[in-house]
């Protein structure tokens, strides 16, 4: 079990010794550029209340001891036990102001997906409409009561993944499943890849059962779940935490297949279909082990 004093360990005092000053911050949280690669965007969110940190490029975060295992390489009780026998004098400054919430977005109204904005987006990242209206709702809601509006890919929990050109968002962090009980699964990282898919297969919904994660985060929560089917074909980001996740993965599940060497060169698989310039006709594939494009 980890010590509280090195859980106390202020993650912003430790980016700082690492060279690392917050980009933009108050007395409840800070945003600093990731060390995890070179961005010009601030993308670490680090709450200085509850001493936890959050990498928005990943969907990754937790505690000290998760930052200094991922950045060092190492695990869990090696990046706790190197905290512990350094001279850290940098813990924790106790707040006393209560935190301040997060804006909340309030859904004011759901209809099926018709906005020429939205389905211009959708053009832009090369998804056929007609299969996002077959997927998604228009989200109209508010933050602040300021109003908006959004693609809206509903989630287990009964929530949505929001996006348009200038927000991406969700109101409640969940899966997203249409499964059947058949013994293979194909996962999604994104509902933006799931779309693409379909897009490139020209399918309004898969055949097989599916799992959007909505984010890396939610791999935890269906990991059990995969284990069941007798193989998972996987469409995960050609990023280090797409690779970590099907790491973990070959590891519960009795067969995976990695997908992304189809999109090898490209971040995602939307990234590949806004930018591939063969026709689809010569791409898409008939299945053959498992369940490739």
């Known amino acids: 079990m980890v010590s509280n004093d090195i859980m106390g360990i202020s993650i912003r005092e430790y980016l700082i010794r690492m060279g690392l000053n917050p980009v933009r911050e108050n007395n409840q949280k800070g945003m600093f550029l990731s060390p995890f690669r070179k961005e010009t965007t601030a993308s670490l969110s680090v709450n200085y209340v509850k001493n936890l940190w959050f990498d928005h490029g990943l969907s990754l975060g ?4 998760n930052l200094v295992s991922r950045l060092e390489g190492c695990s869990f009780a090696k990046a706790a036990q190197r905290l512990e026998e350094g001279s850290f004098s940098f813990y924790r400054k106790d707040i006393s102001m209560p935190e301040k919430r997060e804006s909340e977005i309030v859904i004011r109204k759901i209809q099926p997906l018709a906005n020429p904005a ?7 990242r090369r998804i056929s409409t007609d299969i996002a209206k077959a997927n998604c709702e228009e989200v109209y809601y508010s933050v602040n009561d300021k109003p908006y509006f959004a693609i809206g890919f509903k989630n287990d929990a009964g929530g949505y993944e929001l996006r348009s050109k200038y927000f991406k968002g969700c109101t409640s962090k969940d899966i997203t499943s249409h499964t059947s009980g058949q013994s293979s699964c194909q996962l999604f990282e994104g509902f933006m890849d799931y779309l693409s898919f379909l897009t490139i297969k020209n399918w309004q919904r898969s055949p097989v059962d599916t799992i959007v994660l909505n984010s890396l985060v939610n791999l935890p929560k269906v990991e059990n779940r995969l284990a069941g089917y007798k193989s998972v074909a996987l469409f995960l980001d050609n990023d280090e935490a797409g690779k970590r996740a099907v ?15 189809h999109y090898a060169k490209y971040k995602d698989l939307n990234d590949y279909l806004c930018n591939r310039s063969v ?9 053959g082990r498992g369940l490739r494009m």
């Open 62 to 65: 937790g505690n000290i001891v």
């Open 118 to 124: 939205l389905l211009e987006y959708l053009k832009e």
């Open 247 to 261: 790491q973990s993965l070959r590891s519960v599940c009795k067969e995976v297949i990695d997908q992304s060497a």
């Open 279 to 287: 026709p689809r006709q010569t791409i898409i594939k008939k299945p």
